[in-house]
């Protein structure tokens, strides 16, 4: 793609070194009333080309860089998502002993058939 990219530009180039050859003239261009503008007919139009490609490239840069912001923000987010998280370690269970008294133990599930939690024995 670099290669067309070249090519047009030198192409670009050589038709205006060519245009510049053959128009050699002096113009007047008439800004106000009273402000009149005497250059070279080549200047005049590498000057209109700016004019109209610098704004242009500008907006396509600025929505070139906002789109790599988004991209980028994009994959960070994806990568974050699909890598796995580590996994907490199942807390010990603990049965009661005689250092550890039972109202520190977690309560015992209540069974969904029998709504009465079971009684130790």
């Known amino acids: 793609m670099q290669i067309v990219r070249t090519i047009g530009w030198v192409l670009l180039l050589f038709s205006l070194l060519a245009f510049s050859f053959f128009n050699w003239k002096p113009v007047e261009v008439q800004i106000w009333s009273n ?3 005497e250059t070279k007919l080549p200047a005049l139009v590498i000057i209109s080309f700016l004019l109209g490609l ?3 490239w500008l907006v396509h840069r600025a929505s070139k ?4 912001r988004r991209i980028n923000a994009l994959e960070a987010a994806t990568t974050r998502l699909a890598t796995p998280a580590a996994a907490p370690a199942p ?3 603990q049965t009661p002993t005689a250092e550890t008294p ?3 133990l977690p309560p015992e599930p209540v ?3 029998d709504p009465e939690p079971s009684k130790p024995a």
Not at 65 to 68: E, K, L
């Open 102 to 104: 039972a109202s520190d």
């Open 65 to 68: 860089w906002r789109a790599q």
């Open 35 to 37: 402000l009149v503008l």
């Open 54 to 56: 610098v704004p242009m």
């Open 91 to 93: 807390a010990p269970t």
């Open 111 to 113: 069974n969904p058939v």
